[in-house]
C-alpha cells in the first residue's frame, strides 16, 4: 500500500537560467542577466530588487516576451500562467500581453497619450482584445477606479493626464492593466517619483486590488521599506545575477550574502552631517516670496498662488532642507532662487547683494556663485556631449581653467574615474549620470547649489554614495546646500535646518534637531507618519491610524489656514483667519492656531 502525498501546485510563474544579452552598435554582446532562476506561485507577490543596472527591468520585461533595442534573451525558459514566452509568435505575444500579463510602468504620465480622454485609454485593453462591449468596459472601469480609491470614479475618466496628479495617474494606470482581469501583473517602480502621502494610497490602492482580483505579481523596485509592505518573497539582483533568494522577512531582518546586508544598511536611517554650522549672516534671504500664475487682481496679486509669501534663510555652509508633497510649490520655489521663474512681490538677498527675479539681470558672479543641479540628468546633460565637452563648456564660459587636469580634478572630485571623461550620458549609469550633473555645477565654483530631488529616480545604494559626496564637498569646498526632497529619512541625514511647505506655505522651519522634538505642525505629524519602515505591519498601522484615502478634502478657505481642509485638529478659526507664527520651546517656527501643548 502506497502513501499518496499531496503536491504543491506547479507556480504560475516558471524562470529558468535566463539570459539577456546587450550589444551597442556593432560592438560585442554584453551579457545583462545570467543565468537567472525563480518561481512564483499563484497568488503570490515576488519582488525583485536591486540597485540600477542589475537587470531587474530587463527581466521583468522579458517576462512579457519583450527586449528592449539592440537586447535579446539569448538562453533560459520562460512558463507564465502554462505559455511558453519563448515560443510564442508575434500574434500569440499580442494576445498573451494585456490578457494574460499586464504591466504597470514607472511613469505614468510619459504612458498615457495626452491627446486623449484617460477613459478611452483605459478601456482599450478590453476593446483590442475584444473582452467585452464598450459599455461594459465604461462600468469595469468605474468600478476598478472606485476600487482604487481615485476621487470622482464616474467622472475623473473625462479629464486628460494633465488635470490629474501624479498619483491618480499611477492609480489609473493600475485600472488600465486589470481591465482584462490578467493573471500576472507587472509593477515596475510605481512609486519611484511619488511623495510619501501620495505613495499610501497608491500602495493600499494596489494591495486591495490584488486582494480582489487574485491576481498573481512581480514588483520590481529599490524600496526595501516598499519589499516589507508588498511582497511575500524577494529576489536579490546584482549585475544580472541572483545574489539571494527569500522570504520578505528573511531578507530584511536576516541577510545572507553581502550584498544584500549592504542593501539593508543603506536602507536604515543615520545621519551624514556631523559638523554644526557657525551662526552667520545669510548667504541667502529669501523674504516673502509671491509666485503664480493667470494674471495680476487688482490687489497686485496672481489670480493662481503656488508660493504664499514664502521666506527663509539659508546660512554660509549649510545645508537648507525644503521638504513637502507634490504640488507644494518646492520645486517653484528652487526656480525662483535660480532666476528661471519670475515672482510677483517679495524680494531675495544673496552674498549682502539684492538678487534680480530675472536671471539675465543678475550679475556674472551671481550667475556664477549660484547653481542648479535639476532632478532629472538626462535632461540636463546633452546626449551628444562627452562628459568632458559637457564640464569643459561651463569652465570655459565663466573664464576657468578649462585643461585635461581641471576636468579630472572635477571628476574626482563627484569620485568618478578620469576613464569616463570620453563617455556619452547613454554610456552611464543612473548614478553616473547625476554625479556628472552635479560634476557640471561644482565646474562653476559656486557658493550655493540648488539640489530639486536629485536623489529622487536614484536606487537605495546610488542615492546613499550620493548624499555622502553632499557632505564630504560641503567640508572640502565650504560649500552651501539648497536640497528640496520629499525622502524625511535623506533630509534628517545632511540637513541643518528644514522648511516644511504645504500648498505653498511655509506651515514649519526648524533646525533638523527641533525636527525630532514635538511639537509640530500637523502636516508636519503627518509627513512623519508617512515615511515607510522596513516593517511588514507598518502600512496596516499607517491606515488604521490615518486612513487610506489621502486627496484634499477640498479647495482651502480664501484667508484661512491652507492645510484646514485636511486636518484633524482644525478649530474654527481656522477657516477665516490666517493662522500664527509662533516659536515652540525647541524653536522651530510653526503657523498654526493650536497652542504648544495642543500640538504636543
Known amino acids: 500500500m502506497s502513501l499518496l502525498h499531496p503536491t504543491a501546485p506547479p507556480p504560475l510563474i516558471s524562470v529558468q537560467n535566463l539570459s539577456l544579452t546587450g550589444r551597442r552598435g556593432r560592438g560585442p554582446e554584453t551579457p545583462i542577466v545570467t543565468n537567472v532562476s525563480f518561481n512564483v506561485a499563484e497568488g503570490e507577490m515576488l519582488a525583485l ?40 509568435n508575434a500574434r500569440e505575444l499580442h494576445a498573451f500581453r494585456g490578457m494574460t500579463i499586464a504591466y504597470i510602468a514607472q ?25 467585452m462591449p464598450r459599455k461594459e468596459a465604461v462600468e469595469q472601469a468605474i468600478a476598478l477606479f472606485e476600487l482604487m480609491a481615485l476621487p470622482s470614479p464616474h467622472t475623473i475618466g473625462a479629464r486628460y493626464p494633465h488635470e490629474c496628479s501624479g498619483g491618480q495617474l499611477q492609480r489609473i494606470m493600475a485600472a488600465m492593466a486589470l481591465i482584462t482581469e490578467p493573471e ?63 522570504s520578505t522577512g528573511q531578507i530584511l531582518t536576516a541577510p545572507t550574502q553581502a550584498y544584500t546586508q549592504a ?22 534671504d529669501v523674504r516673502d516670496i509671491l509666485v503664480g500664475y493667470g494674471g495680476i487682481t487688482p490687489e497686485g496679486r496672481p489670480v493662481h498662488t503656488i508660493l504664499n509669501q514664502v521666506s527663509l534663510p539659508v546660512l554660509a555652509g549649510e545645508t537648507m532642507g525644503i521638504i513637502g508633497e507634490s504640488g507644494c510649490g518646492k520645486s ?22 539684492p538678487l534680480a527675479a530675472d536671471i539675465n539681470l543678475r550679475s556674472p558672479q551671481q550667475r556664477q556663485h549660484l547653481q542648479l543641479v535639476a532632478q532629472n540628468a538626462d535632461l540636463v546633460l546633452n546626449p551628444a556631449m562627452t562628459v568632458q565637452a559637457t564640464l569643459r563648456r561651463v569652465l570655459t564660459f ?9 576636468i579630472r580634478h572635477i571628476l574626482d572630485m563627484v569620485r568618478l574615474p578620469a576613464a569616463l571623461a570620453s563617455r556619452l550620458p547613454t554610456q552611464l549609469s543612473g548614478g553616473q549620470k547625476q554625479r556628472v550633473n552635479l560634476a557640471r555645477a561644482l565646474a562653476a565654483r559656486p557658493r550655493l547649489v540648488l539640489c530639486d530631488e536629485i536623489t529622487a529616480a536614484l536606487d537605495t545604494v546610488v542615492a546613499a554614495a550620493i548624499l555622502d559626496l553632499m557632505m564630504e564637498l560641503k567640508r572640502e569646498l565650504s560649500l ?18 528644514v522648511a516644511v511647505l504645504y500648498a505653498g506655505h511655509c506651515v514649519e522651519f526648524s533646525t533638523i534637531t527641533a525636527l525630532q522634538t514635538a511639537p509640530h505642525h500637523p502636516y508636519a505629524r503627518k509627513l512623519e507618519a508617512s515615511v515607510p519602515e522596513m516593517r511588514p505591519d507598518w502600512l496596516d ?22 492645510y484646514m481642509p485636511r486636518c484633524p485638529m482644525a478649530i474654527a478659526a481656522c477657516t477665516h483667519t490666517p493662522p500664527p507664527v509662533w516659536q515652540a520651546p525647541s524653536n522651530a517656527f510653526i503657523a498654526c492656531h493650536r497652542t504648544a501643548q495642543e500640538l504636543s
Open 332 to 353: 517653484t520655489l528652487i526656480r525662483a532662487i535660480a532666476g528661471i521663474q519670475p515672482w510677483s512681490a517679495g524680494s531675495m538677498m544673496f552674498e549682502g547683494q
Open 263 to 284: 542593501l539593508v544598511a543603506a536602507s536604515e536611517p543615520h545621519t551624514r552631517n556631523h559638523d554644526p554650522v557657525p551662526a552667520s549672516a545669510p548667504l541667502l
Open 184 to 246: 500576472v501583473v507587472i509593477f515596475d517602480e510605481p512609486t519611484t517619483a511619488l511623495d510619501v502621502t501620495t505613495q499610501i494610497e497608491v500602495l493600499e490602492a494596489f494591495r486591495l486590488a490584488m486582494r480582489q482580483c487574485g491576481f498573481t505579481g512581480v514588483y520590481v523596485t529599490h524600496d526595501l521599506a516598499i519589499v516589507a509592505q508588498m511582497a511575500d518573497r524577494a529576489v536579490v539582483l546584482k549585475n544580472g545575477t541572483v545574489q539571494e533568494e527569500g
Open 398 to 406: 565663466y573664464g576657468e581653467d578649462a585643461s585635461d587636469n581641471a
Open 49 to 88: 530588487i536591486g540597485e540600477s543596472g542589475s537587470g531587474k527591468t530587463s527581466i521583468a520585461l522579458a517576462l512579457t516576451g519583450y527586449a528592449r533595442q539592440g537586447c535579446r534573451i539569448s538562453g533560459g525558459t520562460l512558463r507564465v500562467a502554462g505559455h511558453d514566452v519563448l515560443h510564442m
Open 107 to 131: 511613469n505614468a504620465g510619459a504612458a498615457f497619450n495626452p491627446a486623449l480622454p484617460l477613459m478611452e485609454q483605459v478601456i482599450e485593453p478590453a476593446l483590442v482584445h475584444h473582452i
Open 541 to 562: 498601522g499607517v491606515i488604521r491610524q490615518h486612513g487610506s484615502k489621502q486627496d484634499k478634502a477640498g479647495p482651502p478657505p480664501a484667508n484661512g489656514c491652507c
Open 480 to 497: 552651501s546646500w539648497l536640497f528640496v526632497t520629499h525622502n524625511l529619512h535623506a533630509l534628517r541625514s545632511v540637513c541643518d535646518h
